[in-house]
């Protein structure tokens, strides 16, 4: 059964880094699209990034591409979200997502419903 695991998450000040993580149980020799969303009680859950597994090709929701990098590590099975300059208003909950797809062109961080995987999340703070 496919799983998601976040962790990195924390509370930091203004303008610092963080690396979040997502480890996973996916089919190895299987294509994924691996996401990262995150979500404000306030908003929809917004897509910030997605990888495609095949070939590690990535696409970012709008505004994201600047301060914010996915990575992955197929060999420990781990997905990274990079998140330098941070701001207050990144402080959200964090979700891995992961979906089966053939194509890296249908691979893009949205909408949430077209992710069939999902962890719990993982908590980021900005204080300014």
């Known amino acids: 059964q496919e799983q998601l695991l976040e962790s990195g998450g924390g509370s930091v000040a203004a303008g610092e880094s963080l690396t979040l993580s997502c480890e996973d149980s996916?089919?190895?020799?299987?294509?994924?699209?691996m996401a990262w969303f995150r979500q404000t009680p306030a908003k929809v859950r917004e897509g910030v990034a997605a990888l495609f597994t095949d070939d590690g090709s990535a696409n970012y929701g709008d505004s994201m591409e600047a301060r914010f990098t996915i990575s992955r590590d197929s060999a420990k099975k781990k997905l990274y979200l990079q998140m330098n300059n941070l701001k207050p208003e990144d402080s959200a909950m964090y979700f891995c997502?992961?979906?089966?797809?053939?194509?890296?062109?249908?691979?893009?961080?949205?909408?949430?419903?077209?992710?069939?995987?999902w962890g719990h999340g993982t908590r980021v703070d900005v204080s300014s």
């Open positions: 997502a992961a979906v089966r797809v053939h194509r890296p062109s249908r691979c893009v961080p949205g909408p949430a419903r077209d992710y069939d995987y």
């Open positions: 996916l089919r190895s020799g299987d294509a994924y699209c």
